[in-house]
């Protein structure tokens, strides 16, 4: 008998309604989307208020700052994160049905799309507004792991981006014909909740060290040093979360059941641990530097 849990009766919306037929619903994915961004804000309305925790006790901007700086990273986060899944994910398909590159809704966004694009929106507002890069990296980095432990939460209630088969007691059988693809006449097909390994990695982990470093041990007064520990802790747990979660079906062939995108005989690199080795690096890099530079 299969040790495994049945996965929750969980619906992906809130609540949902019409209007002179036109359906409006609010999805917990949305909802995780909107609540992590307000609560970086808050964050960073914290932290830049208090100004012992800055070089010469000086934040890189103000807290009425903070607020413009939202709009220049919800644009990065929708742009970024949607053409990063198109370039990284399904490149041919989208060529070919260019339209559907505009259909949100139906879903598919890149956790490093999203983050290039929000480099790109933290680079034109540091220029526009004149205040440094590095301390306004760290001030993202504060910031971002709410709302990266929300979207995993959003994608396990979604019953989406599940993983790989297991038979540890923890499995769960998730619903779909995808995600019973492994299942026998006998037994249902219990999976990794890799989605919660995310958030618990990503989420609460990376965030709690991140949390202790900048206020505790005081970081933020070494410009780019926090940045360089979520691109560290980042890089690191995704590439090893993507040895429990189901690779991306448009990788997977008979003879790569692993999905690799990159193989050396039977090893291998997923799309995912591709995408997250040059963060980790980056981090390490910017570690190594930062830590050898004094603390203002």
């Not at 809130?14 to 359906?23: K, L, P, Q, T, V």
């Not at 949305?30 to 006790?57: D, K, M, T």
């Not at 680079?123 to 709302?147: E, I, N, Q």
């Not at 006449?185 to 470093?213: D, K, M, N």
């Amino acid at each position: 008998m299969l040790l495994a849990i049945p996965f929750p009766d969980l619906s992906p919306e809130i609540f949902s309604f019409e209007i002179g037929g036109f359906a409006f619903a609010l999805r917990w994915y949305a909802l995780a989307y909107i609540a992590g961004l307000l609560a970086g804000l808050f964050i960073i309305r914290r932290a830049v208020s208090r100004p012992p925790l800055w070089p010469e006790g000086r934040p890189p901007m103000g807290p009425d700052l903070a607020e413009a700086m939202l709009t220049w990273v919800i644009l990065g986060v929708i742009l970024g994160g949607r053409l990063g899944f198109v370039l990284f994910y399904q490149p041919s398909w989208y060529l070919a049905h260019p339209a559907e590159v505009l259909k949100l809704w139906q879903g598919g966004m890149s956790f490093h799309g999203g983050l290039l694009g929000v480099a790109i929106a933290g680079l034109l507002f540091c220029r526009r507004y004149k205040v440094p890069v590095a301390s306004v990296a760290d001030c993202m980095a504060l910031a971002v792991t709410p709302g990266l432990f929300l979207g995993r939460i959003a994608n396990f209630i979604n019953a989406e981006l599940w993983g790989r088969p297991t038979d540890v007691p923890w499995g769960v059988i998730f619903p779909g014909y995808e995600a019973q693809s492994c299942a026998t006449a006998t037994e249902a097909c219990a999976r990794h909740p890799s989605q919660l390994y995310e958030a618990g990695l990503e989420g609460l982990l990376l965030g709690t060290a991140i949390w202790f470093v900048a206020v505790k041990l005081r970081w933020l007064r070494s410009p780019g040093r926090v940045a360089g520990l979520f691109f560290t802790g980042y890089g690191a747990a995704r590439v090893f979360v993507e040895n429990f979660r189901q690779a991306d079906a448009q990788f997977i062939t008979p003879d790569n059941p692993w999905g690799h995108v990159i193989r050396i005989g039977d090893w291998g690199l997923t799309q995912g641990q591709t995408l997250s080795l040059p963060m980790l690096l980056l981090g390490l890099a910017i570690l190594a530097v930062t830590l050898r530079r004094p603390k203002a």
